[in-house]
């Protein structure tokens, strides 16, 4: 991995959860960016001659956490398998760095941690991990990181993997419209897209009753390239819930659209033929 180049990942903590790891009995806090490697400049440094001087780094974004190699001489091991991208960690991961083993641990209470601890093999440097507050950009930039991953996951034919990844962000986005919080459109736009990429790998309506519920809440009509990707996605997929899909049409008749969102709403009532099929 040396000669590549790294993608930049931002941090920002979930203001809801604690993040660790488990280093030879030591609990060492996570927040924002940590690297690890031999310099004593990272934020975990590891007395170990297998380890770079920095040879990864743990990334907190608000839907996950990721861990990446730096370029390592000689890599990094996540679930016993060398990562070769950045990669999502899940609670209770064992990551392996040189001879070190540790273990990624997530509670979702808010705390505020200090460590000052020192042991043999690791040392840990003092900072403040009280979780920052999400912002949008954060939220922004994990779509834009983790849905490169999902990209890349369904290229390879790992559908599983990409529904994994992608679920937390949509969640995430639907629960943000529902509470009032405003989306950015291009983030919105990109979580729509993955949504139906979701649809078509899984052959899930699930997915596509995310969509409905999505712009529902937001009470605006789909555009209409979206609704253009529903008439090819739609026949495609096990099932359709057709409430909510009545519940949207009836609250956009309620408004007052201009014509381009009229022409978007007469698309999409031409699609409760084939959602009905579904239902």
Excluded at 116 to 128: F, H, L, S
Excluded at 134 to 160: M, S, W
Excluded at 171 to 198: F, I, N
Aim: charged share 25%; proline share 5%; glycine share 6%.
């Amino acid at each position: 991995m040396s000669g590549e180049t790294l993608p930049q990942i931002q941090a920002v903590s979930p203001s809801n959860r604690t993040h660790w790891l488990e280093l030879r009995g030591n609990s060492v806090p996570l927040s924002g960016e940590t690297t690890i490697g031999r310099s004593p400049e990272c934020a975990v440094v590891l007395d170990d001659h297998l380890a770079s001087r920095r040879h990864a780094k743990i990334v907190i974004t608000p839907n996950a956490t990721i861990i990446q190699d730096l370029g390592s001489a000689n890599g990094v091991l996540l679930r016993g398998v060398k990562i070769e991208q950045p990669t999502v960690l899940e609670s209770g991961d064992e990551i392996v760095i040189g001879q070190q083993r540790m273990r990624y641990r997530v509670h979702a209470t808010e705390v505020r941690v200090r460590d000052d601890t020192i042991a043999t093999g690791v040392q840990t440097v003092p900072r403040d991990t009280a979780i920052a507050e999400e912002d949008a950009t954060g939220r922004a930039n994990a779509v834009d990181l983790l849905g490169g991953i999902a990209d890349k996951a369904l290229a390879l034919g790992d559908v599983a993997e990409a529904v994994r990844v992608l679920t937390p962000l949509l969640e995430a986005a639907l629960e943000d419209v529902k509470v009032g919080r405003s989306v950015d459109p291009s983030m919105k736009a990109s979580l729509e897209s993955y949504a139906l990429k979701l649809a078509l790998a899984t052959r899930r309506g699930k997915w596509i009753d995310y969509l409905l519920a999505l712009y529902s809440t937001l009470v605006v009509p789909m555009p209409i390239e979206t609704v253009d990707r529903l008439y090819e996605v739609a026949p495609k997929v096990d099932r359709i819930a057709l409430g909510p899909f009545s519940e949207y049409l009836a609250a956009l008749r309620r408004r007052d659209l201009t014509p381009s969102e009229r022409f978007a709403q007469k698309r999409l009532e031409g699609l409760e033929k084939i959602f009905r099929l579904k239902a």
